[in-house]
């Protein structure tokens, strides 16, 4: 219950709440501004590179996963060191005012390079602040069965400015330019200027109400490597990094939807509005399910709930490549966030559970890692799959590897809470394995 949960927790929400609004405004922003002219591509359009013809879409979309890579591949390093300095508050910070420095920029930049290095510096950003923000959520659990609660809440409050952020942002711009006291303010800058509000906010709170708990500054590893091998345990591969492999799987087959806006609309026969619902279903299930089943996880263990949600993603990915109404496709959609939600905040508790002492930045940095690169491997590998075989390809290899998840969370994964026969040992002798 949010009732019961830590201030600082709820804080963190809201910051990653009003950090997320911004970000998810940039994600529907960007691609309209660099379109419009106002960002100069003329001289890169139709250039050769390595035999591939460079387009206005590639120039897009090099610009957006741009953030993702960077994101993903600067977590392990800025977790591990935030594990070692243990001053996490100063990396979200740190983060946030890079984020809002980008931010800043766009008005003033026409340059595509210019526009690819500001979306960069948010990219490291993130890197600062993501790994951090969930280490805290993480080490403020008083106890391993509050973990679940707390990421349960962290991740309602983050998805609800993730969700909401794009129907805002094309409000924003379909309604602009706006009169201010200083002349007249274009749309593109409006939803510029909220995504720095929100990186204001977001920073505001973080300095107001979080603070580092005395627990951090125990000494994290000199290694930076990810442990593969369960190391001295009963299974072949290590919780956390399994883990890290399903958390990828699942962000790919979440992205897989939106690139292919126009494939869908023309199958099913609909509009704007209800591919942006259904695209919101995975969402809005999310928003509804993450406090419930994080509690839940707290109080019957992680392992059920990912089983779960893994045995749900493979048909619920499977059948959009295969429904042919607006209907049966928002069941799907649906269903695909029940699948997420059943394993989201279980896994990052999981992890939390099994992380040493002062290494929460390092091990749970595994997962947002892994969630960061999915979604940013997902649209690139959705429009090849869509062009190498036709509208049900990327739906059928995200269920094949959603099964795949599913298998190796099964047969990999040890439960953090319980003595369970098929999940291995609790806390005490997982700790002991280490």
Do not use: C, H
């Not at 001295?232 to 956390?240: A, K, M, Y």
Request: hydrophobic share 55%.
């Amino acid at each position: 219950m949010i009732g019961d949960t830590d201030e600082r927790v709820i804080a963190l929400g809201l910051a990653r709440m009003a950090d997320a609004l911004g970000n998810s405004f940039l994600i529907i922003v960007l691609p309209l501004y660099i379109a419009s002219g106002q960002v100069s591509i003329d001289a890169l359009v139709g250039g050769d590179l390595f035999g591939f013809v460079v387009g206005e879409e590639f120039l897009i979309g090099f610009v957006l996963s741009l953030f993702g890579f960077l994101n993903s591949f600067g977590q392990p390093f800025t977790g591990r060191l935030s594990d070692r300095t243990g001053r996490r508050k100063a990396f979200v910070l740190f983060g946030l005012v890079l984020f809002a420095i980008g931010s800043v920029a766009y008005p003033f930049l026409s340059n595509y390079w210019a526009v690819l290095l500001a979306r960069g510096f948010q990219g490291v950003g993130a890197a600062f602040s993501v790994p951090a923000t969930v280490a805290l959520v993480n080490d403020y659990a008083r106890s391993d069965r509050e973990r679940g609660g707390n990421f349960g809440v962290f991740n309602t409050f983050r998805l609800i400015g993730f969700g909401f952020g794009p129907i805002v942002a094309g409000i924003v711009i379909r309604f602009g330019p706006y009169a201010t006291p200083f002349g007249a303010l274009s749309g593109f800058n409006a939803a510029f200027g909220i995504a720095v509000l929100g990186a204001v906010v977001s920073f505001l709170l973080v300095a107001a109400v979080v603070d580092d708990p005395p627990s951090v500054d125990a000494e994290a590893g000199e290694d930076l490597s990810i442990r593969i091998l369960d190391r001295g345990g009963p299974r072949l591969l290590d919780s956390v990094f399994v883990l890290g492999v399903g958390t990828f799987f699942m962000a790919a087959t979440i992205a897989l939807f939106a690139p292919l806006e126009a494939p869908i609309r023309a199958r099913l026969d609909e509009g704007t509005f209800l591919f942006s619902v259904q695209f919101a279903a995975v969402v809005i299930a999310n928003v509804l399910l993450q406090i419930p089943i994080g509690n839940a996880s707290d109080a019957y263990g992680r392992r059920p709930f990912l089983l779960a949600g893994f045995v749900l993603l493979v048909p619920s990915v499977f059948a959009q490549g295969v429904v042919t109404t607006p209907l049966t496709m928002l069941g799907a959609r649906l269903l695909q966030g029940v699948a997420v939600a059943l394993v989201f905040a279980p896994s990052l508790a999981l992890a939390g559970d099994l992380a040493g002492e002062g290494q929460s930045g390092s091990t749970l940095s595994v997962l947002t890692m892994a969630f960061g690169l999915g979604v940013a491997v997902g649209p690139l590998a959705s429009g090849f799959l869509y062009n190498l075989g036709g509208f049900a390809t990327p739906f059928t290899v995200g269920a094949v590897a959603a099964l795949a998840a599913l298998v190796l969370v099964y047969s990999q994964v040890r439960e953090s809470l319980t003595d369970d026969p098929g999940g291995g040992a609790g806390p005490a002798a997982a700790v002991a394995e280490e």
